[in-house]
């Protein structure tokens, strides 16, 4: 069924189109990530250490690459992967984020890693803008062409398979803000939108059913909701990136799944991932344990003097002040995308 209405707005508020049943256009089949089901259960630091372990045996001889960030997740997979190529983000010639460059470099040099930059900027990501969303079929997360870069980079190399640890937050406990309270229905609503359809749509469609699925009363099941939510959406972003570079990835974190409960109070408290962190201070006892950040893309810069949106399926004169970097680039990549399949006269 095409319901143009249904998807761009699915896609301003979750990032993904929820529905596999809804296309943008006929003959236009978007594609969605459906999560791992066979999964292994961990309750400590070295059950999880003794996980990923019995996941790289599988993988040996095949040539491995990562892509090694500053933080926790992929600095544990660096320590499984001596003489490994490993890529690391460098943004705008390294004036964006450059502490994550040395935290990175420090991994590296830890496991007899060899690291590569991978240079990152609007030049760099623009031409693989169209073919992520051609693949998808819809417009992507802003993620997505630089990991094309990357994984070129790393075929380059003869790689033959990308590992990445994207789902250690989620499944760790590492979205610490959106773990820090028991929410009420409308407030995680509105706090879990990434843009809001109304304020920028013309048209837009009532997408509010798929927190409705987690009402419980005036409150909401949200670990339940990020877990069948959050994972398809996040994950969907590499799976689709990887494809079209056509090369292998995978994630040790993804096939695993807490034998217990969260201790949310410790999440809540200053110890997102908690498990994490113990088993990255027994891998670089020599170094603190870094704060969690999302993975570095500058899409304030990009689009600091961009003036919005001109098709008809958008509100006139949106003040571009009043959204974030990120919903600017739902905003451009939404248009874009209508532009690529759409031409306005």
């Avoid at 990032?15 to 596999?20: A, K, L, V």
């Avoid at 670990?223 to 959050?230: A, E, L, R, S």
Wanted: hydrophobic share 40%.
């Amino acid at each position: 069924m095409v319901d143009k209405n249904f998807c761009m707005s699915s896609y301003l508020a979750f990032r993904y189109i929820e529905r596999d049943d809804v296309e943008f256009y006929a003959g236009l089949h978007h594609k969605n990530f459906v999560p791992v089901k066979d999964k292994i259960t961990v309750s400590t630091a070295d059950d999880i250490d003794a996980a990923i372990e019995r996941n790289f045996a599988n993988l040996r001889g095949k040539k491995l690459g990562i892509m090694l960030s500053g933080g926790m997740d992929s600095a544990i997979l660096a320590s499984y992967m001596p003489g490994c190529d490993a890529y690391t983000f460098r943004f705008l010639d390294g004036t964006f984020r450059n502490d994550e460059l040395s935290r990175a470099e420090h991994y590296a040099k830890t496991y007899g890693l060899k690291l590569h930059y991978v240079d990152i900027n609007w030049q760099t990501i623009e031409p693989h803008i169209d073919s992520v969303m051609k693949a998808k079929g819809a417009p992507v997360h802003s993620i997505e062409p630089q990991l094309v870069v990357a994984a070129n980079q790393a075929k380059a190399d003869g790689v033959e398979m990308l590992i990445v640890g994207e789902s250690s937050d989620l499944i760790f406990g590492g979205m610490d803000q959106l773990l820090s309270r028991d929410w009420d229905f409308d407030d995680f609503a509105k706090r879990y939108t990434f843009t809001e359809p109304a304020e920028v749509l013309n048209e837009p469609a009532d997408v509010s059913y798929l927190f409705e699925r987690y009402r419980c009363g005036n409150k909401i099941d949200f670990m339940k909701f990020m877990d069948d939510v959050f994972s398809i959406e996040s994950s969907g972003s590499y799976l689709n990136a990887f494809a079209v570079a056509q090369i292998d990835y995978f994630d040790p974190y993804a096939n695993l799944i807490m034998g217990v409960p969260l201790d949310l109070y410790r999440v809540r408290h200053g110890e997102p991932k908690y498990l994490i962190r113990e088993l990255f201070a027994k891998k670089y006892p020599d170094i603190p344990i870094p704060n969690k950040v999302p993975m570095p893309r500058p899409v304030d810069f990009y689009f600091a003097d961009w003036q919005g949106p001109t098709r008809s399926e958008f509100k006139r004169n949106l003040d571009m002040k009043n959204f974030t970097g990120n919903q600017k680039w739902q905003l451009y990549c939404l248009e874009r995308f209508f532009n690529l399949f759409e031409p306005e006269a």
